[in-house]
Each structure stands twice: as structure tokens, then as C-alpha cells.
């Protein structure tokens, strides 16, 4: 559970830095007066909390998988860690819920002047679906993988939706006008 919420928090706490943080510095301006899309703003601002967030919780379940390993292996006679529910939830369940927690924030963020309070209402809003996303790992892990694959299209359907809000939301006059 931990290696999914992790890369779903982190983002949070850095994606809501993106435009509350930047308006709050007063430093957007030249941002948002430069002939970037919405879409290419939105999606450079989540690349930088989004890729350091999964390659550190890559890096720390590999960790967690070689001392695991090196653990039970007398016992066991066998490697326990990684199995296929394993690497999916790390490959593909993980990433997603990061987009989503940075969508989230970031969509948010472009809405508050402050910081603080974006993650506060990010992190609020992310809880449910960590909750949704735990229990389909737990449930995926007794009845198989058909529900990681429906738990994995629900969080891409989840994150376009999220991504198309932060887009219409990402109004750059508001910004510029409302400086808080």
C-alpha cells in the first residue's frame, strides 16, 4: 500500500508549489505571457513532480525487494519479491496514481492563490481514491488480475478527466488578474 500512496502524495506536495506557489512569488507572469498551450504549461509543471516521484518510489521498492528477498530466501527457497501483481502495481498502478494526485494539485493550484491551502484541498481530494486504489490492490491480490486491469482503466479514465478540468481551469487572465 505504502509504494502506492507514496508516488501519489509526493506530487502533491510539489505540484501545488506549480502555479499557487509561482502566483503566490509573483513569479508566473513571464509563464503565462509566453506562447506555451495550457496543455504544454500543465504538462511541463506535472513532468517535474511527477518523474522524480516514481523513480524514487522505483528506487525504494527495488530496496525493498532485494532486502525482502535476501530476507526469505533461506526460508523460502525461492524469490518472493517481485511477483506480477508486484510489477504491475509498481509499472503501471503507481504512475497512474501519481498523474492523478498531480492533476489533482495542479488543477488546484491554478485555482488558490495559496500554496498551503492547495495542498491541503489536493490531499483531501486524492485520500478517496488511494482508498479505492488500495482496496482494488488488496481485492486484485485474492480474485486475480482482471480487477488491476479495471482498477488501471478507471485511473486513466479518472486522469483524462482530471487533465481536461485542469485545462478549462488554467484560465491565464484569471491568473494574472487574481493575484490574490
Same mark, same amino acid.
Given at each position: $500500500?505504502?509504494?502506492?500512496?507514496?508516488?501519489?502524495?509526493?506530487?502533491?506536495? !510539489?505540484?501545488?508549489?506549480?502555479?499557487?506557489?509561482?502566483?503566490?512569488?509573483?513569479?508566473? *507572469?513571464?509563464?503565462?505571457?509566453?506562447?506555451?498551450q *495550457?496543455? *504544454?504549461?500543465?504538462?511541463?509543471?506535472?513532468?517535474?513532480? /511527477?518523474?522524480?516521484?516514481?523513480?524514487?518510489?522505483?528506487?525504494? %521498492?527495488?530496496?525493498?525487494?532485494?532486502?525482502?528477498? !535476501?530476507?526469505?530466501?533461506?526460508?523460502l +527457497?525461492?524469490?518472493? /519479491?517481485?511477483? $506480477?501483481?508486484? !510489477?504491475? $502495481?509498481?509499472?503501471?498502478?503507481?504512475?497512474? @496514481?501519481?498523474?492523478? +494526485?498531480? $492533476?489533482?494539485? /495542479?488543477?488546484?493550484?491554478?485555482?488558490?492563490?495559496?500554496?498551503?491551502?492547495?495542498?491541503?484541498?489536493?490531499g483531501?481530494?486524492?485520500?478517496?481514491? !488511494?482508498?479505492?486504489?488500495?482496496?482494488?490492490?488488496?481485492?486484485?491480490?485474492?480474485?486475480g488480475?482482471?480487477?488491476?486491469?479495471?482498477?488501471?482503466? /478507471?485511473l486513466?479514465?479518472?486522469?483524462? %478527466?482530471?487533465?481536461?478540468?485542469?485545462?478549462?481551469? %488554467?484560465?491565464?487572465?484569471?491568473i @494574472?488578474?487574481?493575484?490574490?
Amino acid at each position: $500500500g505504502l509504494f502506492l500512496v507514496g508516488p501519489a502524495f509526493l506530487p502533491v506536495l !510539489l505540484s501545488s508549489q506549480a502555479v499557487a506557489g509561482e502566483k503566490e512569488k509573483r513569479t508566473i *507572469e513571464p509563464l503565462l505571457a509566453s506562447p506555451a498551450q *495550457e496543455l *504544454e504549461i500543465l504538462a511541463g509543471k506535472s513532468l517535474a513532480a /511527477v518523474l522524480p516521484s516514481v523513480a524514487i518510489n522505483w528506487v525504494f %521498492f527495488v530496496l525493498f525487494a532485494v532486502v525482502t528477498d !535476501l530476507m526469505v530466501y533461506p526460508s523460502l +527457497g525461492r524469490i518472493l /519479491v517481485p511477483d $506480477g501483481a508486484w !510489477l504491475f $502495481g509498481m509499472g503501471v498502478l503507481a504512475p497512474l @496514481l501519481s498523474l492523478l +494526485g498531480n $492533476g489533482i494539485a /495542479v488543477a488546484i493550484s491554478a485555482r488558490v492563490n495559496d500554496p498551503r491551502l492547495a495542498q491541503q484541498l489536493a490531499g483531501i481530494c486524492v485520500l478517496p481514491i !488511494l482508498g479505492g486504489a488500495a482496496g482494488a490492490a488488496l481485492v486484485a491480490s485474492r480474485y486475480g488480475g482482471w480487477v488491476h486491469l479495471c482498477t488501471a482503466l /478507471v485511473l486513466v479514465l479518472l486522469n483524462y %478527466f482530471v487533465l481536461k478540468v485542469a485545462v478549462v481551469g %488554467f484560465d491565464r487572465e484569471r491568473i @494574472l488578474t487574481r493575484w490574490g
